[in-house]
């Protein structure tokens, strides 16, 4: 009954380094839709962001039945509510991801990002993809070093993120108000999508250490 239950647990986290798998997925297409306003592209990941519902409604339910049944305390118990709240970080990036699509689907067949800003959404979606390649680790391997690097990974998209509003408030923008606003937007969404990849690693430094200080989380949206 406990090689039952202690695979139980392991499979909840195996479905979070799904999620991760999931959300890179989309924002790495995401990204592409946005830049070459590909239509079928955007329409995928709009699509596909039921799959990464439906796995957090499954861990969602496995969770609840583990702690209904085997009534887990201290780490295992740590275990479960720390997954819960990275399963819902986790799909909030999906969310997110799926926004930046349907902004590309929204102004398809123009393109959304104007010639002068291309690099910087370019990077601000490597530097989500490789936000979120680096939880999963985390999450797979409880690697808290690796954990602890984020948040400057987190701040090079701040600064991409600063750099995108300083062109569009430039008394040099020329493509009017919509595209601003869709293009600050898109920022925004990639901006938050880093956090949540953060909220979920810190909470791995939670499970690990049992620090809640250390593995402490700012509210995010």
């Given at each position: 009954?406990?090689?039952?239950?202690?695979?139980?647990?392991?499979?909840?986290?195996?479905?979070?380094?799904?999620?991760?798998?999931?959300?890179?997925?989309?924002?790495?297409?995401a990204?592409?839709?946005?830049?070459?306003?590909?239509?079928?592209?955007?329409?995928?990941v709009?699509?596909a962001?039921?799959a990464?519902?439906?796995?957090?409604?499954?861990?969602e339910?496995?969770?609840?039945?583990?702690?209904a049944?085997?009534?887990?305390?201290?780490?295992?118990?740590?275990?479960?509510?720390?997954?819960?709240?990275?399963?819902?970080d986790?799909?909030?990036?999906?969310?997110?991801?799926?926004?930046i699509?349907?902004?590309?689907?929204?102004?398809?067949?123009a393109?959304?990002?104007?010639?002068?800003?291309?690099?910087?959404?370019?990077?601000?979606?490597?530097?989500?993809?490789?936000?979120?390649?680096?939880?999963?680790?985390?999450?797979?391997?409880?690697d808290?070093?690796?954990?602890?690097?984020?948040?400057?990974?987190?701040?090079?998209?701040?600064?991409?993120?600063?750099?995108?509003?300083?062109?569009?408030?430039?008394p040099?923008?020329?493509y009017?108000v919509?595209?601003?606003?869709?293009?600050?937007?898109?920022?925004?969404?990639?901006?938050?999508?880093?956090?949540?990849?953060?909220?979920?690693?810190?909470?791995?430094?939670?499970?690990?250490?049992?620090?809640?200080?250390?593995?402490?989380?700012?509210?995010?949206?």
């Amino acid at each position: 009954m406990r090689d039952l239950y202690h695979e139980q647990l392991d499979a909840i986290s195996d479905r979070l380094v799904e999620m991760t798998r999931l959300v890179s997925s989309a924002m790495s297409r995401a990204t592409t839709a946005l830049l070459d306003a590909d239509l079928k592209l955007a329409e995928i990941v709009i699509e596909a962001d039921v799959a990464v519902d439906e796995v957090q409604r499954a861990l969602e339910e496995s969770a609840l039945q583990l702690m209904a049944r085997q009534q887990p305390v201290a780490g295992d118990l740590r275990t479960i509510v720390a997954s819960l709240r990275m399963s819902a970080d986790l799909e909030r990036m999906g969310d997110l991801a799926a926004h930046i699509a349907r902004v590309a689907r929204r102004r398809y067949p123009a393109s959304v990002v104007p010639p002068e800003l291309r690099s910087t959404i370019l990077q601000m979606g490597h530097v989500a993809e490789r936000i979120v390649t680096k939880a999963g680790s985390v999450i797979a391997r409880k690697d808290v070093e690796v954990a602890l690097e984020l948040p400057h990974d987190d701040d090079e998209m701040d600064k991409l993120h600063r750099e995108l509003y300083r062109t569009i408030l430039s008394p040099d923008w020329k493509y009017g108000v919509e595209t601003a606003v869709d293009v600050s937007l898109c920022g925004r969404y990639y901006e938050r999508y880093a956090d949540h990849a953060v909220s979920a690693a810190n909470l791995v430094v939670f499970l690990v250490t049992g620090d809640w200080a250390a593995g402490e989380t700012e509210p995010v949206g």
